[in-house]
């Protein structure tokens, strides 16, 4: 837990924005592709239809969009930001993605990089912002989560290639007193000897080079998951993390206003919900529409229920990420809006 890095500065949550490619790719239109069914991926899943990148735009173009509609939020000024901390395991370039989204939204005083946990990686890059802010070593942060995962899906995998799309969602963080935190307190965990369940692994292959020496062909290998594993994994460590989390601070699952949890699978949603008696209408859900977006999936779901007028001012959320890695995580936040 973060006894030590609590004593310092807050965090406050002050904007949010999102951004979902054009194309929406429904159950039935998998069906012309695959041996699936609108009955088979509503019931096991919850997903009704997914958005996927299309011609003209990218990650890059998505995250900036929903980096700027969070700053348009939060009321900033593009010289005051200092970080744009951008969470993908699929950026446009390896090299990452972070600067493009930097210069395409003017923030010229701000440093920028990626981040990569997979669908744990935008609660990873709040409490890495956090950090930055409780400490005043920064002021303002820009924490997006943005996956482009439909690129790296094998579309000839129905069990699968049905779950994901893309998208991406942002939060604007701000330094502020410790009695005005909005980032309450958090923990996180990986364990990468159970990765193997779910993974975007390299390609294997060696080309000669000279003199009997070989190099590595580079490129990534399609999205290969353990089901089964994936969601055995899901439902047990979630709840656990929660109850440690909630334990620790006191919290009451009775007084959290919102259960907003990596949207996966809504058996998942449901059964963590249950697990805790939270009754499904404070469990924020989106899947039936996007589907899992990965590292988006959490800022995504913020900022349409913010917008919505669903999470208000004061609101106490608890957040939980999970995903390759394996790689979990979980939240304890206040919403604040804009001033
Ligand atoms: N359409 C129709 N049938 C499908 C299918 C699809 N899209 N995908 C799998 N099936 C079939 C299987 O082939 C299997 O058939 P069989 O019994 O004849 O072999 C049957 O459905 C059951 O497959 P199973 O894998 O046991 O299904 P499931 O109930 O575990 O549901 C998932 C599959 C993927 C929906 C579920 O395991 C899941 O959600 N896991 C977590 C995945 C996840 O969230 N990953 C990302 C984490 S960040």
């Known amino acids: ?11 406050s949550l002050v904007g949010s924005g999102s951004a979902t490619p054009k194309q929406r790719l429904t159950n039935d ?3 012309l592709r ?16 997914r958005h996927v990148v299309g011609l003209g735009e990218s990650l890059t173009h998505l995250s900036a969009n929903a980096g700027q509609a969070a700053l348009d939020m939060a009321g900033w000024s593009l010289e005051s930001v200092d970080l744009v901390l951008l969470a993908t395991s699929t950026p446009d370039d390896l090299f990452g993605s972070a600067p493009k989204v930097q210069a395409k939204l003017g923030l010229s005083n701000a440093v920028a990089f990626d981040l990569t946990a997979a669908c744990s ?6 409490v890495t912002a956090g950090q930055f802010l409780r400490t005043r070593a920064m002021n303002r942060v820009l924490v997006i989560g943005a996956d482009h995962l439909t690129r790296w899906v094998d579309w000839d995998d129905r069990r ?10 942002a ?8 009695e005005q935190d909005g980032l309450l307190d958090f923990c996180l965990k990986s364990d990468g000897s159970r990765g193997d369940c779910l993974t975007l692994s390299q390609v294997d292959s060696f080309n000669s080079l000279v003199n009997e020496k070989n190099f590595q062909t580079g490129g990534f290998l399609p999205v290969e998951m353990n089901g089964q594993e994936v969601y055995k994994f899901a439902v047990r460590e979630v709840p656990a993390i929660l109850q440690e989390l909630l334990s620790v601070n006191k919290i009451s699952a009775d007084s959290l206003d919102w259960l907003l949890l990596h949207q996966a699978n809504q058996r998942i949603l449901d059964a963590v919900a249950d697990r805790f008696s939270i009754p499904h209408r404070k469990v924020l859900s989106n899947l039936a529409e996007y589907g899992n977006t990965s590292a988006a999936t959490i800022p995504l779901m913020l900022d349409e229920a913010v917008r919505k007028g669903l999470v208000k001012p004061g609101h106490l959320i608890a957040s939980s990420g999970f995903g390759a890695g394996l790689s979990w995580g979980a939240a304890l936040m206040r919403w604040q809006g804009p001033a």
């Open 1 to 11: 837990m973060a006894e030590t890095a609590r004593n310092i500065g807050g965090v």
């Open 34 to 49: 695959v041996d699936t069914s609108d009955d088979w991926i509503r019931t096991r899943t919850g997903i009704a239809s």
């Open 160 to 169: 699968s290639c049905v779950l994901f799309g893309d998208g991406a969602g």
């Open 29 to 31: 239109e998998i069906g």
């Open 121 to 126: 990686g935008f609660l990873f890059a709040l």
């Open 171 to 178: 939060v604007a963080l701000e330094a502020t007193s410790y």
